[in-house]
């Protein structure tokens, strides 16, 4: 028996010692595999399709939302500022943007490469807008059955005077300044020499932009750059070539890439990442409330925030008198009732320390821009212009009183003119069997008759309107760009320019975006430019019911009609159609600032 419990004593011991040894090795095992552990990546997965309007848009009619050029941009600068995001993955989807919200996402998407995280830009195919987009990311993705298209830029005006001629319609057009060109379609069979000159020089001027941005982006001298453009059309496989593209990939085959540099790794994609998310169950009792409050325009109350702002008024969409409008379908104009009211909410908001605007216009209707106009003169507090694609003719009139103005390279801005005039039908009713009988007092009665030509007479008083206001348009433009009128005047003639040639002539101030132009507004304001303060976005959208009912104005109602129908017919269509748009003006106004509004660059 003691031998027994001297062998258990002594097997016992040797069997704790042997754990103790096994367990001491196995620590640095153990170690090794934490060492090993693979990485996690996250990569924030955002989508840029579309147009991107400026501005906040009106929910539709099931709770649907539309990526605003806004949203883009918050959910592009948080993947950048966001730690728990290492990457991006950006698809670019069938962009229609203008050439002032290139510049936009492109500055962006460098912030994001600034920060350390890299970006992957996957197009499916793509078109010059697009690949720019995407090429100001790190890696180009493209499948192999993708297309690639840089063919230049182009610029396409329609003419309806043979038309009209046919129709035995007389335009009588009437303008001030050799440049302004917005009525040459309907009294032209083909461009003017000056208007041809100074399309010529913004295309010039468009097409150096896509020279520099596209070498900038691929590393590759300027010369090669326009070898490749004037090429035009790439295969997946020749843009990859020509390195115009990194990857020859699909879409999901980016976790592969991304794993080259770490096969280890784990990578997770956040799909729509920072996008915003609405509440749309509309079932039940509390949905049906739901769904009247959004119809209605109805917003949850909240209690009014007494912390510094910034107020940024999105002045989108052609000018016109009375309310702003938009259909359905999300086409706006920009009323003056409408701009006036958001002018002076910001203005008298006491926690609004500045004010940006954001132009994106071709003008409209001259009586409203210069109401706009002369109540943004009534602001004391730092007043900052931002222009998007577009802030010419009435664009430019609201902005020309403003502190200091921020346009982009691409922005197509100026047109400093006034137009006025209408179509004579007349003879085109007696075309078809229809006769006019006139009864008349006064020696210029017929100045507003959709039969009859201008007379000698009326044509005198419209031009001497025009002659009045243009000179008012040149005199306030030169007072807010602290020139002399006779230097300005020299300049506008209705001539547009790029944001680039405007900077060069001092009709705008800066290059840059809205968010440099908010940075400035703040350093006006004797506030950090790095602080976050809120953001007051005015505004604010119309309702779903009011875009299904719109208003009592038969006007309005006929806009709208018109929009409605454009969507349904293909959008190289569109262009001419909408110049339709012009006339409708021309017949409600007597005098219009308004840019050409059949041109189509692309």
């Not at 396409?156 to 035995?168: I, S």
């Not at 041809?196 to 932009?209: G, H, K």
């Not at 770490?262 to 079932?283: H, I, N, Q």
């Not at 106009?373 to 003719?393: N, Y």
Request: net charge neutral; proline share 4%; hydrophobic share 40%.
């Amino acid at each position: 028996m003691v031998m027994c419990r001297r062998a258990s004593f002594w097997l016992m011991t040797w069997l704790l010692i042997a754990a103790g040894t096994n367990a001491a090795d196995s620590a640095p095992a153990a170690d090794a595999q934490a060492a090993i552990k693979p990485k996690k990546l996250t990569y924030a997965h955002i989508q840029i399709k579309g147009s991107l309007p400026e501005g906040a848009q009106p929910m539709g009619l099931f709770g649907e939302t539309v990526d605003t050029l806004a949203d883009i941009l918050q959910r592009l600068r948080k993947a950048a500022e966001d730690a728990k995001v290492h990457g991006v993955v950006i698809h670019v989807d069938d962009v229609s943007v203008g050439w002032g919200k290139i510049h936009e996402l492109r500055t962006e998407i460098a912030k994001i490469r600034a920060a350390g995280k890299p970006v992957y830009g996957y197009l499916e195919s793509g078109e010059t807008k697009g690949y720019l987009v995407a090429a100001a990311c790190d890696q180009v993705v493209l499948p192999e059955s993708g297309v690639l298209m840089l063919p230049g830029v182009r610029a396409e005006v329609t003419f309806y005077k043979n038309l009209f001629d046919w129709l035995q319609v007389e335009p009588q057009m009437l303008r001030v300044g050799e440049y302004k060109s917005a009525a040459e379609p309907y009294s032209r069979s083909e461009m003017s020499a000056q208007f041809r000159e100074e399309l010529t020089a913004v295309l010039d001027s468009f097409y150096d932009q896509i020279l520099r941005q596209l070498a900038e982006s691929r590393k590759l001298d300027v010369a090669k750059a326009k070898e490749l453009v004037d090429q035009g059309v790439f295969t997946a496989p020749d843009a990859k070539a020509a390195g115009l593209i990194d990857h020859l990939a699909y879409e999901d085959h980016i976790e592969q890439l991304i794993k080259q540099a770490d096969p280890t790794a784990e990578v997770k994609f956040t799909k729509g990442y920072g996008k915003r998310k609405l509440d749309t169950d509309f079932s039940g009792l509390n949905g049906m409330v739901k769904m009247m409050n959004l119809m209605m325009g109805v917003e949850e109350p909240e209690r009014r925030s007494l912390a510094d702002k910034i107020a940024v008024i999105n002045a989108v969409g052609p000018i016109t008198s009375g309310p702003s409008s938009a259909d359905v379908f999300g086409e706006q104009s920009m009323g003056s009732a409408t701009m006036i009211k958001a002018i002076r909410q910001a203005r008298d908001d006491e926690t609004v320390r500045a004010i940006v605007l954001r132009v994106d216009s071709p003008g409209g209707s001259a009586l409203a821009s210069d109401l706009m106009w002369h109540e943004l003169e009534s602001i004391k507090k730092p007043f900052i212009v931002s222009m998007g694609d577009t802030a010419a003719s009435g664009g430019y009139y609201i902005a020309m009183g403003s502190d200091r103005i921020f346009a982009e390279p691409g922005t197509i801005t100026g047109s400093i003119g006034v137009v006025g005039g209408k179509l004579a039908l007349q003879k085109t009713f007696e075309k078809f069997g229809m006769t006019t009988s006139v009864v008349q007092r006064g020696a210029n009665g017929g100045l507003n008759s959709i039969m009859a030509p201008f007379t000698d007479s009326e044509k005198a008083a419209m031009q001497k309107v025009l002659n009045t206001i243009y000179e008012q348009f040149t005199g306030k433009a030169a007072a807010g760009r602290k020139m002399d009128v006779a230097v300005l005047e020299k300049l506008a003639r209705g001539r547009i320019y790029t944001g680039e040639q405007a900077k060069e002539i001092g009709l705008v101030d800066e290059i840059g975006t809205l968010a440099d132009a908010i940075a400035y507004a703040k350093t006006a304001a004797g506030i950090d430019p790095e602080k976050k303060l809120e953001r007051l976005d005015l505004p604010k959208p119309t309702s779903p019911f009011e875009q299904l009912l719109g208003t009592v104005d038969s006007e309005t109602q006929a806009r709208r009609m018109r929009d409605s129908l454009l969507q349904v017919i293909p959008t190289d269509l569109q262009t001419p159609l909408r110049g339709w748009h012009a006339l409708q003006m021309l017949a409600r106004e007597p005098a219009v600032v308004l840019m050409p509004f059949a041109l189509q660059i692309r």
